[in-house]
């Protein structure tokens, strides 16, 4: 089955500084990546996602660039503000249907 | 968007006793899924639920221990049965919102489940 590499899993940035987090994926056939951001005690929220037919898509100070053909996907957020500070989860999924699995999740910490 | 209620959103129990946890969602939806997250750690599936079928469990995860339910399109319950105090977790039901359109999976609120 899919296997999902996150790394790091804790980044300590200053704000206003960039931050990136990669994550590898072991089956070709996943054709769906979702990024999740989880405050303390909340559920995961969808902050961006990319479908395997595109290479980079950006929302504001977020971005997700894919290359599919080494299966690894990263988020890049910019100017960073300490209001992300957060844990945040990669994903993937092999069709429309079927359930996302999880990378093991980065611990981002921004100190203003 | 989708609206996921889930229930309850904690709970203390006894080992030795079962929980049921329960997933209604505002629109119908052909799979459900269901998750775990211990503490400081990520989501792990547990099973996809597909009603008008039986769930599929990933491995380490059995039928026995975490039944689940798929009455309809809109609800599905899982069930920890017979728990011990490594079952302490969240539990967090998902769907997608809308399949083939890009739109998303959410999660529900979660279940912080407790075993003394």
């Known amino acids: 089955g899919e296997n999902v590499e996150q790394h790091p899993s804790t980044l300590s940035v200053q704000e206003g500084d960039s931050a990136v987090i990669k994550c590898t994926y072991s089956?070709?056939?996943?054709?769906?990546f979702p990024w999740y951001k989880q405050e303390l005690g909340k559920r995961p929220q969808l902050i961006i996602d990319i479908r395997s037919n595109v290479g980079e898509k950006k929302d504001q100070r977020i971005a997700v660039t894919l290359n599919k053909t080494a299966k690894h996907f990263s988020l890049h957020i910019t100017e960073t503000q300490p209001e992300d500070s957060a844990v945040y989860f990669c994903a993937a999924s092999i069709q429309a249907g079927t359930a996302l699995i999880f990378g093991k999740g980065t611990t981002l910490s921004v100190s203003s | 968007s989708a609206v996921i209620s889930q229930k309850p959103s904690r709970d203390i129990c006894q080992r030795g006793t079962s929980l049921t946890i329960q997933c209604q969602v505002d629109?119908?939806?052909?799979?459900m899924f269901w998750y775990r997250q211990q503490p400081g750690q990520s989501l792990t599936l547990i099973a996809t639920?597909?009603?008008?079928?039986?769930?599929?469990?990933e491995s380490g995860f059995v039928i026995d221990k975490f039944p689940i339910s798929r009455p309809n399109l809109t609800f599905s319950t899982l069930t920890v049965s017979n728990m011990s105090p490594e079952d302490s977790s969240i539990y967090l039901c998902s769907v997608e919102l809308v399949a083939l359109t890009g739109a998303g999976y959410t999660f529900g609120s979660g279940t912080r489940l407790t075993v003394v």
């Open positions: 629109s119908q939806v052909t799979m």
């Open positions: 089956d070709s056939a996943s054709n769906y």
């Open positions: 639920a597909n009603q008008g079928s039986e769930a599929t469990y």
